[in-house]
């Protein structure tokens, strides 16, 4: 079917954010969890919010409106769940809503699926498990609950669905590769779309952001015979195929040369045209162009996007303006935003400014520039006010950084500094230590509130904080762990709290995205040169550090992983900023040192997240985010030790760059995926201190001495006891404390008897 056949749409978003403008869907979904509302009570509040955000979008103009974005947790554990294929391990809990959740977080017996990040973003998925004992059927009932609801509301509603290749090549096999079962999905989508049309959708999105990564030719040929199968039906909807986060390259004529009536690409990340206009299978296909950002807050460049638009008119049938990706990326709107200074804020648009984007950049193409003429001249004169901006540039970092030779990220050899560091610590073997974050109680989060209320002062919020640092140094104490962290009460999250107190960037006051299930994050803007204003965490550090003689670790968050946790500025290369940001850490780690501190981690969780998707492009991204990391930390004596931490995230494929950072100790997930990564490690030749994490912070589950035991014991065979060290996944803070105190005495107890 072509598109002449088809009403096409013009104005869309490629996915909404669902936590909620103020994340009152992370609040009732917590709730639901604790037993403070019951199921009926979630589903009426998510109900609520999808039906307002689909009227909003309605009335701002969009004429085609995705839906079935909205999730309790994860898309990709929906789709597992559309697909009928959960765990055999959470069949037996007979509520389906209770069975989900168990898949996402686990429960008391129930292990949860793994999670890793979405491509090269800080969303995070559950990772599908696909063995030879998995049956797929199709269970459509919440996508058709959630597009009755908004046919409904008079809603030109979209379906939107993970695709069948994606899926599988982001699930974990056993068995062979999960794209040998892709004939098995092939029918089940068909009928999918069967009963979509049959419930009123004219368009259906399928989601393949895996084709901007690198596929083999067998499997462009999978994806091609897919998807002319999926294509060939007549009672069914137009078939709208979305790619985002980079370029198809080969996938693109492969698919453009099915049946499928639509394709979706992602023109900021992938700018280049050049594939696009000279592909004549396009000619029949509606071009779903996305030139306004969906990962990033900067203004759209509306002529260069009315260029590129223009440009493809002639590649395609029809041309629809969209978001590059979903929105679910950067917050809901700038309208709560009341503290940013207005020449930064007009640089600037969030999800609602970016929908208001999209149709102004619709209507220019349909009835010319003049239409839009205001507008125009509106983000002309912010750009031009951005261009100017004195803060975007600061000499005195630029030529300190220009001033720096090699020597500045060495240190000594490792078996030189490992000598040092053991004479100077005296540790027992395996020792034991945490993350960095212990639960932010509601004690910490009401000072947090009351300070910004001005209901106390600062020396009552510093009062407050060493209150709750001495606690979780007794409780350290008390439980026997063997290298100390002050716990971070004082900090909001792991970036923002720097970024706070860097110049160079701004913080917002309700600038919420979800990074997985109902935690969100706010990322600070990076919008000009950065540099470090003053210590800031010497004083807390050090606090700690005297109420105890044990080791107490100075926790700092690295450059790449502010970076990538950050909405980043888009005129100058990421690499630039990366070095910045490095100094004023590497400022940080020499202030420690010379306070007393003797052991500094330097989190890098999102090391491998901003990966570049295409090999290709790899090289030089590790080159630049090792070299940041290595100037961060390499200011300090080789009597300092170093660590840095790791999570979520497939580490195969940067193993040589984590053996690259060279820190003394790395802490790394490794509880979900049972080890897995250590094999990775010594096939790398990894001789360094690691610490794979014993067991899962994000699951409320208290382990077993026993479990911890047999993972130590497992890591032990892969990693020597003078290099071993025993700490959980990840931070504590979102867990309880009760269960945070189980857990950390039984991960001492089975370090204990393991030794």
């Known amino acids: ?18 936590v909620g403008p103020r994340r009152e869907l992370k609040r009732a979904t917590e709730s639901y969890w604790a037993g ?15 039906r307002t955000q689909l009227t909003e979008l309605r009335a701002a103009g969009l004429d085609s409106i995705p839906v079935g974005t909205f999730s309790y947790y994860d898309q990709v554990l929906d789709t597992a769940v559309l697909l009928g294929a959960l765990p055999e391990r959470v069949a037996g809990i007979a509520d389906p809503l209770d069975r989900y959740f168990a898949a996402a977080r686990g429960t008391d017996t129930v292990e949860p699926l793994e999670m890793t990040k979405w491509f090269d ?75 979509l049309a049959a419930a009123g959708a004219a368009w259906v999105q399928i989601d393949e952001p895996v084709l901007v990564t690198d596929l083999t030719e067998d499997e462009i040929e999978l994806v091609r015979s897919a998807y002319a199968e999926l294509a060939e039906a007549s009672e069914q909807p137009a078939i709208l195929v979305a790619t985002y986060f980079g370029t198809p390259g080969d996938a693109l004529p492969a698919l453009a040369s099915t049946a499928v009536e639509g394709i979706a690409l992602d023109f900021a990340a992938a700018p280049d045209l050049s594939a696009v206009v000279s592909l004549p299978s396009l000619a029949d296909k509606l071009l779903v162009a996305g030139v306004v950002d969906g990962r990033n807050v900067w203004r759209t460049d509306l002529d260069r996007a009315l260029t590129t638009l223009g440009t493809l008119l002639g590649s395609a049938s029809s041309v629809a303006v969209s978001s590059s990706c979903s929105l679910l990326h950067v917050p809901y709107s700038l309208a709560s935003e009341t503290g940013l200074d207005e020449r930064l804020r007009s640089w600037l648009a969030f999800g609602a400014e970016k929908v208001t984007e999209v149709r102004l950049l619709a209507t220019a193409l349909a009835q010319g520039t003049d239409a839009i003429a205001e507008e125009l001249a509106a983000a002309r004169a912010a750009a031009e006010s ?4 004195p803060r975007l540039s600061d000499e005195r970092v630029r030529a300190r950084l220009g001033s720096l030779g090699p020597d500045a990220t060495r240190r000594a050899p490792a078996d030189e500094r490992r000598a040092l560091q053991a004479q100077r610590l005296e540790l027992p073997a395996l020792p034991t230590t945490t993350i960095g974050s212990y639960p932010q109680t509601s004690a910490i989060r009401l000072a947090r509130a009351a300070l910004r209320k001005g209901e106390i002062d600062q020396a009552e919020y510093v009062r407050r904080m060493r209150a709750e640092i001495a606690d979780v140094v007794a409780l350290q104490e008390k439980l026997g762990l063997d290298v100390l962290v002050h716990g971070e009460p004082e900090r909001n999250d792991m970036v923002q709290y720097f970024a706070e107190q860097l110049d160079g960037f701004a913080a917002t006051e309700n600038g919420w995205v979800q990074s997985y299930g109902t935690r969100c994050v706010r990322p600070p803007i990076l919008f000009g040169d950065v540099t470090r204003r003053a210590p800031m965490t010497v004083e807390w550090i050090t606090y700690a550090q005297s109420l105890t003689d044990k080791p107490v670790k100075g926790m700092l968050t690295g450059p790449v992983t502010i970076l990538a946790w950050s909405f980043v500025r888009d005129d100058q290369p990421l690499a630039d900023s990366a070095r910045q940001v490095a100094l004023a850490i590497r400022d940080e780690t020499v202030d420690l040192q010379a306070a007393g501190i003797r052991i500094i981690q330097v989190d890098e969780p999102a090391l491998r997240e901003l990966l570049p998707l ?86 409320p589950r208290v382990p077993s001495v026993e479990e911890i035991t047999t993972a130590l014991r497992a890591a032990l065979k892969a990693v020597p006891a003078e ?33």
């Not at 403070?36 to 999808?50: C, F, G, N, P, V």
């Not at 040589?656 to 060279?662: P, R, S, W």
Request: aromatic share 6%; with cysteine.
């Open 386 to 389: 951005r261009t100017t901006d």
């Open 614 to 699: 295409r090999a290709a492009d790899q090289p030089a991204y590790l080159d630049w985010s090792v070299g940041a990391f290595r100037l961060a930390t390499s200011g300090v004596s080789d009597a300092t030790q170093i660590h840095t931490h790791l999570c979520y995230s497939e580490f195969g494929e940067v193993i040589d760059a984590i053996a690259g950072l060279d820190a003394d100790v790395t802490s790394i997930e490794a509880a979900r995926s049972r080890m897995e990564v250590l094999d990775d490690l010594n096939a790398a030749g990894f001789s360094l201190g690691v610490g794979p994490g014993v067991y899962d912070i994000h699951s």
């Open 121 to 195: 973003t800080n969303y995070h998925y559950l990772v599908p498990e696909i063995g030879p004992e998995t049956t797929f059927a199709l269970h459509p009932d919440k996508l058709l609950a959630e597009l009755s609801e908004a046919i409904e509301l008079g809603v030109p509603a979209r379906p939107v669905v993970i695709g069948p290749v994606t899926f599988l090549k982001l699930a974990k096999a056993t068995g062979g590769a999960a794209l040998d079962r892709l004939g098995e999905l092939v029918p089940l989508y068909r009928e999918l779309l069967r009963q």
């Open 1 to 18: 079917m072509t598109v002449s056949e088809r009403t096409p749409f013009t104005a869309t978003v490629l996915g909404l954010p669902r």
């Open 36 to 50: 403070r509302i019951d199921a009926e009570q979630l589903h009426a509040i998510a109900r609520d919010l999808r």
């Open 723 to 755: 290099r071993l060290w025993v700490n959980p996944d990840c931070g504590l803070k979102t867990r309880g404390p009760v269960e945070v105190e189980a857990s950390l005495r039984n991960m001492v107890a089975a370090a204990k008897a393991v030794r």
